[in-house]
């Protein structure tokens, strides 16, 4: 039996390779809702990255449909529930990009302490104002990681290698894990109180959604730092910039917006304020990585066994 596979977001070619040998392949990127809705009755499996949002009207029309296959690790573009409902199988591959978000947060905690983003600008503007861009050290700082899961607890290791200080917060993490990593857990409140840089790490969920907001942001130090190289809307971008320009937030580094693009983001035109286009996963490395396990777990799906990341 021969199978279709349409691949709808740019998949690293070792992944395309893989597919070609066991089914045709389709790769076709850019499509809006109702293109993917004519065409996606003939496929068997899809892949996606973060660009495709597989909607409930999407799953719908996806007559014969049997994986939905995402390359990196949040699902949060593809309605589960719907997918589910229809049996479809939906994994994701979520350990081959970790060390890549995990190295981006650290380049994002190190650009906002020493203004690297801002400095380059201005240099390449012909200005040389070395005072302006005075920074701080990370050196025996507090390190808030919120979310101790894969890339938290890889972002941790590499701070205490800056001699910080990490405090983690996770529901699902008990003391004693966290000790193993040399991390004292503590209540989201308490870490919001002692840290002198958060870093989010969570999945984007209803308990998570806005857990930087106004409030929480007046508990925290004067002049924190705050990172989110996990997913938009768990700051509440409004409050943050509302922080930074009372000084209240020295600075954030962001690499995921509520909406992505950013177009309306108040936080873009801020000098205290690092971003990056959703960039975390991005090295040759890890999109290799996530597209040679999307591809086998499609393939194992299609013969009628399981996938490794349901
Ligand atoms: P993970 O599942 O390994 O870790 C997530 C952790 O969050 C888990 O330990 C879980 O217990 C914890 N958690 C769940 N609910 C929580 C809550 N209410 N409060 C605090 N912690 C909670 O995931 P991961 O691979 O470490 O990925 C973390 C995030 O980074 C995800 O949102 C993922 O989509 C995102 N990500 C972004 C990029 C990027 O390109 N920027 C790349 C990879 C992953
Ligand atoms: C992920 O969830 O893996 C990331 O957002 C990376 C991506 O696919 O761009």
Redesign the pocket.
Known sequence: MSYNVLVSDPLAEEGIEILKNFCNVDEKTGLSEDELISIIGNYDALIV??GTEVTARVIEAAAKMKYIGR????VDNIDTDAATRKGIIVANAPEG?TLA?TEHTMAMMLSLARRIPSANASLKKGEWKRSKFMGVEMNEKTLGVVGFGRIGREVAQRAQSFNMRVVAYDPFITPERGAQFGVEMMSVEDLFKVADVITVHTPLIKETKHLVNAASIATMKDGVRIINCARGGIIDEKALADAVLSGKVAGAALD?FEEEPPTESPLLGLDNVVVTP?L???TVEAQKN?AISIAHQCIDVLKGGAAKYV
């Open positions: 990255r973060s390359a990196g690790a949040g990009n978000a995921v959703h975390g996963a991005s996530v």
